[in-house]
């Protein structure tokens, strides 16, 4: 029973844009920790563990960003498949773009005057 319920909720798609991706700033955060100098072992000892916690939050933020990146519509696909699909989608437009030329420039309908 449980399983069914599973397979009933519909997974939510993201886009490029709704993407929530922000570790710059944590690894900013990082790089300070570990470029001051201290004197103190309590101050370093202090920093260390800041810096514990840091590197935490940027592996939450990752698999946050993983999360998200799974969301993506097409994702699923390999590069085959996309590239494939690509193609496929392109032929349908040059033949659309053909057949709006054919039908622009044939001869316009006119009723006949009876």
């Not at 799974?70 to 390999?78: A, T, V």
């Not at 590069?79 to 989608?89: G, I, R, S």
């Not at 057949?99 to 044939?106: E, G, I, P, T």
Request: hydrophobic residues 30%.
């Amino acid at each position: 029973m449980e399983s069914s319920e599973q397979t009933t909720e519909p997974k939510k798609r993201i886009t490029v844009e709704e993407l929530q991706i922000d570790i710059l700033p944590v690894i900013y955060e990082i790089i300070r920790s570990i470029e001051r100098d201290h004197h103190d072992t309590s101050a370093k000892t202090r920093e260390s563990q800041d810096c514990s916690q840091k590197v935490l939050e940027l592996q939450k933020r990752l698999d946050q960003a993983r999360a998200q990146i799974r969301l993506l519509s097409g994702i699923e696909y390999s590069k085959e498949q996309q590239l494939n699909h690509l193609e496929a989608l392109k032929t349908q437009l040059r033949l659309k773009q053909e057949l709006l030329h054919k039908y622009r420039y044939m001869y316009p309908f006119q009723p006949q005057k009876s």
